[in-house]
């Protein structure tokens, strides 16, 4: 796919985006919203322009596999341990405001 190298757009570009995306501009936000999306396309165009002939997609830059630890099992808190610090407790349980009534 070929790029142009500079990519701008029109006023007219910009409140069509605008439109679409249910957005009402003012007319100063226009002017300054076609340089910032122009200079974006102009970013993406570079980035386009780079050979990638050859290298595999990827959604890492480092060979990762899973990095989670193994799932052991291992003592835990007692239940007294547990509720030691909990503002409120009944009948072993923690004791919490009902959410729905």
Do not use: C, K, W
């Amino acid at each position: 796919m070929v790029y142009p190298s500079t990519m701008s757009l029109t006023a007219n570009d910009v409140l069509h985006i605008a439109r679409l995306a249910r957005v009402q501009l003012a007319p100063a936000d226009v002017e300054r919203f076609t340089t910032q999306l122009s200079g974006i396309l102009e970013h993406f165009a570079a980035l386009a322009a780079v050979n990638t002939d050859g290298i595999e997609p990827t959604a890492h830059p480092l060979p990762l596999s899973n990095v989670m630890r193994a799932d052991e099992v291992a003592p835990s808190l007692s239940q007294e341990d547990a509720l030691a610090n909990a503002p409120e407790q009944e009948d072993g349980y923690f004791r919490v405001r009902a959410v729905l009534e």
